[in-house]
């Protein structure tokens, strides 16, 4: 599911079907960062960001199982929101959000923006970073029911943040654009479900991937 390179150009990868993430080494091998909390299988990892330290944040919604959330080969009770330091410690950050999706980091690295996509509870959330890179206070960055209720297409999904820190994501509707402080700047309407975005060439270029409505996104 969710790719992204290190500062080493290494490209790291959250494998849904083996519930893990792994980074593919420049000899084409293959290591496993993260295939567990506590002994117990991770669900299905689905995105992820890295900070400019090496630490690692990533979200584990249940979406690549089988069955889902009900798949009897789920081990964690909960979906998680974990942060995977350069040393290899995982930390589990918060357990609060029902389908913790889409994640991002604001450019000075102080706020953890994650999207949660649950029919019943679609919002972005914000959190506080401290220091040792865990988290403080969450508060809902944007509340995203409006869209929902008038039927468009989506849920909050993949997102990535700019350099003016304006957070550029996907969700009811198509690709929705916040300012760092919630305020909304515009909306690309693409008429289906969205998944995610990236940004390409100097940065002025927007990568969309979607899909055709009643499809899995």
């Given amino acids: 599911n969710g790719l992204v390179f290190d500062s ?6 959250c494998e849904h079907g083996d ?6 080494e420049k000899d084409g091998k293959k290591t496993v960062l993260a295939d567990n909390y506590m002994g117990k299988k991770l669900n ?23 069955k889902n959330y009900d798949d009897p080969t789920r081990e964690l009770d909960f979906c998680g929101v974990y942060l995977r330091k350069k040393g290899g410690k995982l930390i589990l950050l918060t ?5 913790p999706n889409g994640i991002a980091l604001s450019p000075d690295e102080k706020t953890l923006y994650v999207a949660n996509s649950d029919v019943a509870t679609p919002v972005w959330m914000a959190f506080a970073v401290k220091k040792d890179g865990t988290l ?12 929902v209720k008038e039927k468009l297409p989506g849920l909050p999904d993949g997102m ?3 350099v003016d820190g304006n957070l550029w994501a996907t969700g ?3 690709v929705w654009v916040f300012t760092p402080k919630a305020e909304v700047i515009g909306n690309i309407s693409t008429g289906t479900n969205t998944a995610n975005v990236a940004f390409g060439d100097d940065g002025s270029t927007l990568y969309i991937h979607s899909t055709p409505i009643g499809e899995d996104v």
């Avoid at 299905?44 to 584990?60: A, C, I, K, R």
């Avoid at 357990?95 to 389908?99: A, G, P, V």
């Fill in 44 to 66: 299905s990892p689905n995105d992820l960001v890295f900070h400019t330290n090496g630490d690692l944040y990533f979200t584990d919604p249940p979406y690549g199982l089988p």
């Fill in 95 to 99: 357990k609060e959000m029902s389908r």
């Fill in 19 to 24: 519930r893990r993430v792994s980074r593919i």
């Fill in 160 to 162: 990535k943040v700019d």
């Fill in 136 to 147: 403080g206070k969450s508060k809902v960055f944007v509340d995203g029911m409006k869209w």
């Fill in 172 to 174: 009811p509707g198509g």
């Fill in 8 to 13: 080493e150009g290494r490209l790291c990868l």
